[in-house]
């Protein structure tokens, strides 16, 4: 059964500390994406990454941090240095040759306390 | 730079219903168009695209035409349902096969139908 996987659902974090957001795929997508959704705001674009072993900056990725080691997997850190981490995170993917159509996973609601 | 504008929601509406969901767009070059669809506590699902200038993409009884004269392409629906109910956001990519810089997307608008 082919998808894109992201755990857990829901993610409690304290203030002050890192926390990494899994994504997974079994698409043999080679391009991957992190999203961040805020209420009122659309999707804005964190990190990508077209191959193994390079990444990308989006349009927010101060206090961010990703790895691309292989392809199936684009984990997403959030460092203590994201000034208002508490969101949802969204991961997708696409085919090298159509990367304009992307493919979502589920989402990883976080919320720091 | 690149920008997306839909209406604002909540769009409440009757069962069987005419839907109109109006999106327009600012890009540098040739933009695909997208609309996706969030239900409740989910990721986003493509609803429908147009790669290109008076294309029109349906899927599910939605529909939206690319119109580059006026720089939109609006979500339709003829006769709405109670499970149409969800978050719908128009996007952009400049991507074409080649960059694959991520998609540049609407602040959503929130459909409710109403039984």
Same mark, same amino acid.
């Given at each position: 059964?082919?998808g894109i ?5 829901? %993610?409690? =974090? ?6 990494t957001?899994s994504?997974?795929?079994? %698409?043999?997508?080679?391009?991957? &994406?992190?999203? =961040?959704?805020?209420?009122?705001q659309?999707l =804005?674009?964190? &990190? &990508? @990454? ?6 990308q900056?989006?349009d927010?990725?101060e206090?961010?941090?990703? @790895?691309r080691?292989?392809?199936? @997997? $684009?984990?997403?850190?959030?460092t203590?240095a994201?000034?208002?981490?508490t969101? $949802?995170? %969204?991961?997708?993917?696409?085919t ?6 992307q &493919?979502?996973?589920?989402?990883? =609601? %976080?919320?720091?306390l | 730079?690149?920008s *997306?504008?839909?209406?604002? !929601?909540? *769009?409440?509406l009757?069962?069987e219903?005419?839907l109109?969901?109006n ?12 609309w996706?669809v969030q ?6 699902q493509?609803?429908?695209?147009a790669?290109?200038?008076d294309?029109? !993409? ?9 119109r ?12 709405v349902? *109670?499970s ?6 128009c996007?952009?990519s400049?991507n074409s096969?080649?960059?694959?810089d !991520?998609?540049?997307? !609407?602040?959503?608008?929130?459909l409710?139908?109403?039984?």
């Amino acid at each position: 059964d082919g998808g894109i996987t992201q755990s857990p659902k829901y %993610l409690f =974090r304290k203030e002050g500390q890192n926390v990494t957001l899994s994504c997974e795929q079994n %698409l043999n997508h080679d391009a991957m &994406y992190w999203y =961040r959704q805020d209420p009122g705001q659309g999707l =804005r674009l964190i &990190y &990508y @990454s077209q191959i193994v072993n390079d990444f990308q900056k989006g349009d927010i990725a101060e206090g961010y941090s990703v @790895s691309r080691e292989k392809k199936e @997997s $684009f984990p997403l850190t959030v460092t203590s240095a994201q000034k208002n981490p508490t969101a $949802f995170y %969204l991961c997708a993917t696409a085919t090298a040759w159509s990367t304009d159509t992307q &493919y979502f996973g589920p989402g990883t =609601r %976080l919320t720091v306390l | 730079g690149n920008s *997306v504008t839909q209406m604002e !929601g909540p *769009v409440t509406l009757s069962e069987e219903a005419f839907l109109t969901i109006n999106c327009t767009y600012t890009a540098t070059g040739y933009p695909s168009l997208f609309w996706y669809v969030q239900y409740p506590g989910e990721g986003l699902q493509l609803l429908l695209k147009a790669t290109k200038a008076d294309d029109k !993409g349906s899927n599910k009884g939605f529909e939206a035409t690319y119109r580059k004269e006026t720089t939109s392409f609006h979500l339709e629906k003829g006769s709405v349902q *109670v499970s149409d109910s969800a978050v719908y956001f128009c996007a952009l990519s400049l991507n074409s096969g080649g960059g694959a810089d !991520g998609l540049t997307f !609407g602040k959503g608008t929130h459909l409710i139908i109403q039984p």
